[in-house]
């Protein structure tokens, strides 16, 4: 099975700095379509998760523009560019080789300095 | 608008059976990947079963042989049919549409 691994776990960032969350594979994403499942979400506080970026790097719809994702093969990387209090909650990562099928990293908390 | 809305979860003692349901709105299940994940403080987040757009399922090796899952499309919903049931099975357990659209989830409790 593929493992997912983030860092960090948790971090604390002043509002209007950047923050960036790794997350890295066991194994290479690529599927054999040549597309790469690797997906972000935020899960605010009480909610369900909701989807951020797909495909490593496209925003789902209403996503600001302050959200990034960039990465290939194991090594993906989400990136916010200048962080608000409404970012506050846990980011995951999860890939699905065989959608939909998937799995899921342990999180990173993010909170507000 | 696409909305999922899930219920059934409850406190069940070791080894019962509980059926979770989601009632879909704004798209049909039959079109779509139609998955469940549950969470918990142990585990995280973990896929249980999808019911594939094209019809047939697949099962996390945790919960293969215990849960069913199903769909219906006249009444547009999801279900999760759940049986001997363990203290790990423990999880707030969440309807997902593809990779898109998750409901608010349905909490199940598996304790004597």
């Known amino acids: 099975d593929v493992v997912m691994t983030q860092t960090p776990l948790s971090l604390s960032v002043t509002p209007g700095q950047p923050a960036s969350i790794s997350c890295k594979s066991s194994?290479?994403?690529?599927?054999?379509?040549?597309?790469?499942?690797l997906y972000w979400y935020l899960q605010k506080p009480g909610q369900a998760p909701q989807l951020l970026m797909y495909e490593v790097s496209s925003r789902f719809s209403g996503v600001s523009p302050r959200f990034s994702g960039s990465g290939s093969g194991t090594d993906f990387t989400l990136t916010i560019s200048r962080v608000e209090a409404e970012d506050v909650g846990v980011y995951y990562c999860?890939?699905?080789?065989?959608?939909?099928?998937?799995?899921f990293g342990q999180g990173t908390k993010l909170e507000i300095k | 608008e696409v909305q999922l809305v899930e219920s059934g979860g409850r406190l069940i003692q070791p080894g019962g059976s509980l059926r979770l349901s989601c009632a879909a709105s704004?798209?049909?299940?039959?079109?779509?990947?139609m998955s469940w994940v549950r969470q918990s403080p142990r585990r995280g987040l973990e896929w249980v079963s999808v019911v594939y757009a094209g019809g047939g399922e697949n099962y996390a090796d945790s919960v293969k042989g215990r849960f069913t899952i199903s769909r219906d499309t006249l009444k547009n919903a999801l279900y999760l049919q759940m049986t001997n049931l363990g203290v790990d099975d423990t999880a707030v357990y969440y309807c997902?549409?593809?990779?898109?659209?998750w409901g608010q989830g349905t909490r199940v409790t598996v304790s004597s």
């Open positions: 997902v549409r593809g990779a898109t659209h």
């Open positions: 194994q290479s994403l690529v599927h054999n379509d040549g597309k790469i499942y």
């Open positions: 704004g798209f049909p299940v039959s079109h779509n990947h």
């Open positions: 999860m890939h699905s080789i065989q959608f939909p099928e998937c799995s």
